[in-house]
């Protein structure tokens, strides 16, 4: 079976997400253009604010599949 691949900006998004859930910081940002910071960096920070929510592990994942 073939796997779709989603777009760059929701991945980006989604790893953003793990990242800040994770509560590694947002100095670990892999992309260089400004676009897919954006998406990066607005993942980590609702990944951020789930973590100080409580939604950490498998609650925070939840979110994150769907996407």
Known sequence: MRRQK????SRAYARGYQFGNSGRSREFCPFTDIDMRQYWLSGWRDGRSDLWSGMSGVAGLHKVATL
């Open 6 to 9: 989603r777009d760059k900006s």
